[in-house]
């Protein structure tokens, strides 16, 4: 079914939705910025909507705070930490409150880089060889420079470094086991940059980002004129083709549904690796869900009716979620 067959333009008058926003990763202020859009679009389309500020992790607070609005579906816009972990679908499915997003473990598998990275190789979609660090001590002896060092479960580029000499290796992990107790050291691959938004079974336009830092990091990602971004991407139609059809992949490897963002790099060995799937991406000005959507023919009204109409329809249509 196409997408514009999905999206009927409006919502039942009885529907009160709402929009979670904030949370408490390093990713809170991005995140109050993506809810609130979310929250006028839906305004925007005079529907009842409430905007709920999750700024605890206590189960007992967030099904008050929920609850307390009646809402009769949820817009989950909460990234990194509590926000895609599974944690808060976990708390939204024991209301029994449709959602928009994946689900607990495909949410969990998303977010955690080397879970993912696994169901990625026994799948065969192609990403950067890597190694697991629990120990900011160990350093890994069987990788050459360049080095991407990231940690495992945090979002928006926070904690990453691309190294490219030996000696700067253990300063890198220090700062990415800041963030949590495991981190990924992986191959760095040379190549372009390029994300695919998958919004129900359908790969959007390849966006390709060029940054003006060394890599697309926190500061490239939410700085005005810091990265550039070409939509759709110049590429051969076989090769653009391609890139989304591996997006698609991953995306239903994972078992993600509705809506999310496929990292990707076109290495100079003309090959396409996946480095990330976001299972909420940024729904923010300087989001590439949106101007996917846009190129597509899409307004951000109509991409967030879309996945709402997605949610209480209940089109999930997604592969089983990969045991790991």
């Known amino acids: 079914m196409g997408l514009g067959k999905i999206m ?22 991005i995140s109050l910025s993506s809810a609130r859009q979310v ?76 879970l993912s990275k696994k169901i990625f ?19 890994p002896g069987d990788f050459n420079t360049p080095l991407v060092v990231k940690p495992n479960l945090s979002g928006s580029s926070l904690g990453v470094k691309i190294v490219r000499e030996k000696s700067n290796l253990k300063k890198a992990l220090e700062e990415a086991f800041s963030f949590g107790e495991k981190v990924i050291v992986e ?36 700085t005005d004129g810091r990265s550039e971004f ?30 999310s963002r496929v990292d990707m790099i076109l290495g100079e060995d003309k090959k396409i690796y996946v480095l990330e799937i976001n299972s909420i991406p940024g729904l923010t000005s300087h989001s590439l869900l949106p101007l996917a959507a846009k190129t597509r023919g899409m307004s951000f009204d109509d991409l967030v009716l879309t996945i709402v109409e997605m949610v209480i329809h209940g089109k999930k249509k997604t592969q089983k979620t990969q045991k790991v």
């Open 8 to 29: 009927s333009g409006k919502l039942p008058k009885d529907l009160k939705i709402g929009v979670l926003g904030g949370g408490v990763s390093g990713e809170r202020e």
């Open 187 to 222: 191959k760095y691959i040379k190549g372009r940059e390029l994300t695919v938004g998958i919004l129900g079974e359908e790969a959007l336009p390849v966006v390709e980002i060029v940054p003006k830092n060394e890599y697309f990091d926190f500061e490239a990602k939410y």
């Open 121 to 139: 190789t026994r799948e065969s979609i192609l990403t950067p060889d890597f190694t697991v660090c629990t120990n900011p001590g160990h350093l």
């Open 230 to 259: 070409v939509c759709p991407a110049e590429l051969q139609d076989g090769l653009s083709r391609e890139i989304k059809k591996v997006a698609l992949r991953a995306h239903k490897a994972l078992g993600c549904r509705h809506f």
């Open 39 to 114: 929250y006028e679009a839906l305004c925007r389309q005079e529907t009842d909507t409430a905007f709920i500020d999750i700024n605890t992790t206590s189960e007992a607070k967030i099904r008050d705070l929920i609850l307390s609005e009646k809402v009769k579906a949820v817009f989950i816009a909460l990234h990194g930490e509590f926000g895609e972990d599974g944690q808060i679908q976990s708390i939204i499915e024991k209301l029994n409150i449709p959602y928009a997003g994946s689900s607990p473990q495909a949410s969990l598998l998303s977010m955690d880089k080397y």
